[in-house]
């Protein structure tokens, strides 16, 4: 039998806000369990919930981000049930007017050949739960309240989702809105971002039907996601290879450890929560004027970036895709990029500017993605600096990058200058000058040292000139070694190959 996963997400998202969704507690703050607390977010008798206007216009963005469309009225409900971290009883969130509904992301990735547009079905804005924290005895648990009522975005996408890598590169285009957003830092690992997975099995020849779904919870990276996604579709396989496919709704628990989900219960329905509106707080308005200042906010997404620095820079997509992983490093090549064309225009040379810039400046981009995530990624990972604050100016590296292109310094010497630059802060040019680092290009200066090296090593010549032409690389080594690493390599192997 020939089957399809059905897959669908549900995706919570912590918000940046300074304070909690309801109550003035500090949020997402690091605090002995049980301090960033108050009688509003404990759900002590007589408070009253004030929703935090901070949230609720990072909700519309985030709405937006992912086009949905924001109607003229929200309003949060009261969702009943009872578990130990829940401090009132019920949660309060929002059921049939969520802040928007019916969006889309659009997904590319050139590793699986994808490109696919995942329905949106709603974006609501709730509370969180307080976190339950599992004795190893497995018999006791301890809950820290600090994270009850964390401002939450909850994001719900149509079943259009057909494998697990496909999920993957979906909460990773979403994660990475999100981020340029400005309104989480969705790190699965802190808590920030939780999904839950639906998924069903279809045959082939029923692509107008769903079949009963299970949902998967418990997962805290990409890669549980997918694993998880691809042990349900086997385990769910085989329920249909034995004509026993699901016929109940469950939900079932990731066990990253074992690699298998878990049973824990059946899965709720909507009516089980008994959603009734939240007495205390009154509708929400959205204005049209609202909803464009909130648009105005959004800044230029991952995927227009993209494909702009393809059209405007030529840039390699593969350097693109590790660039905007951080708006902050995006932006900052950009800058470095905008110099380089400053300095390349203002040359003196053959054709107009614009000309000149259509000539040369794929090989200046290339140098600088190819410095970037090399050299530059390998000294931010040692010293563990992020994107905001890399100690060189995207005006120092593009002068950096204008001595590797006009051949002034060679590579090994340019590692050299770039250590310098990001440890000591130091200036490209003064740095050069003042260790005397510039590549001699001088033909007669280089041409008496291969002559010494020809006088001295002349076993290796004789290798050479017996058809083994690594022996080539052995020489320019030694011209390398005695000019410290300054002479010009291309130069140095001219002037071996006619001297030999």
Not at 315 to 327: G, H, Q, S
Not at 451 to 466: G, I, M, P, R
């Amino acid at each position: 039998m020939k089957l399809e996963s059905i897959i669908g997400l549900e995706i919570h998202v912590q918000l940046k806000t300074k304070s909690k969704m309801f109550c003035g507690c500090q949020n997402g703050v690091e605090a002995p369990p049980n301090s960033a607390i108050c009688p509003v977010c404990m759900g002590h008798p007589g408070t009253l919930p004030v929703p935090n206007k901070a949230a609720i216009d990072m909700g519309a963005i985030a709405a937006l981000a992912i086009n949905c469309t924001i109607g003229e009225e929200s309003k949060f409900d009261r969702k009943n049930y009872f578990y130990p971290d829940l401090p009132k009883g019920y949660q309060i969130s929002q059921y049939d007017k969520p802040i928007g509904v019916d969006g889309y992301v659009e997904v590319q990735s050139q590793k699986l050949k994808v490109k696919s547009r995942v329905g949106i079905i709603r974006l609501h804005l709730e509370e969180d739960a307080a976190k339950l924290i599992h004795g190893a005895d497995g018999k006791h648990s301890l809950v820290d309240f600090n994270r009850a009522g964390t401002p939450l975005a909850e994001i719900v996408t149509k079943p259009d989702l057909r494998s697990p890598a496909e999920a993957k590169t979906f909460l990773h285009a979403l994660r990475l809105i999100l981020r340029y957003c400005n309104i989480s830092d969705a790190d699965m690992e802190k808590g920030q971002l939780r999904c839950d997975a639906n998924i069903s099995l279809r045959p082939l020849d029923k692509k107008d039907r769903f079949f009963t779904k299970t949902e998967v919870k418990n997962m805290n990276s990409f890669k549980s996601v997918e694993r998880a996604l691809e042990y349900e579709i086997q385990r769910q396989t085989k329920l249909w290879e034995n004509h026993t496919p699901p016929t109940v709704q469950t939900t079932r628990g990731w066990n990253d450890e074992k690699g298998i989900t878990e049973e824990q219960r059946l899965k709720e329905e909507a009516h089980d929560y008994r959603f009734f509106p939240e007495p205390d707080i009154p509708p929400l308005r959205f204005t049209k004027e609202y909803v464009e200042r909130m648009r105005a906010k959004i800044p230029e997404l991952p995927r227009a970036k993209h494909k702009r620095f393809i059209d405007q820079f030529d840039m390699d997509p593969t350097d693109i895709a590790v660039i905007l992983e951080d708006k902050k490093l995006a932006d900052w090549t950009e800058q470095t990029i905008g110099e380089l064309r400053e300095w390349l225009v203002a040359l003196e040379g053959e054709g107009t500017e614009e000309e000149r810039w259509e000539r040369d400046h794929k090989r200046l981009v290339k140098l600088v993605t190819g410095w970037i995530t090399t050299k530059l990624f390998k000294l931010m990972n040692e010293t563990k600096t992020t994107s905001a604050n890399i100690p060189i100016t995207p005006e120092n590296f593009a002068e950096f990058i204008t001595f590797i292109y006009q051949n002034k310094i060679n590579s090994t010497v340019a590692q050299e200058v770039l250590e310098a630059m990001f440890k000591e802060k130091a200036e490209p040019h003064h740095y050069i000058e003042e260790k005397k680092l510039a590549q001699v290009s001088d033909e007669d200066a280089i041409g008496t040292i291969v002559t010494e090296v020809l006088d001295e090593q002349a076993e290796a010549v004789a290798t050479y000139k017996k058809g083994k032409h690594g022996a080539l690389q052995f020489l320019i080594g030694q011209v390398m070694k005695k000019m410290k690493g300054k002479a010009n390599p291309i130069i140095v192997e001219k002037l071996l190959k006619k001297s030999l």
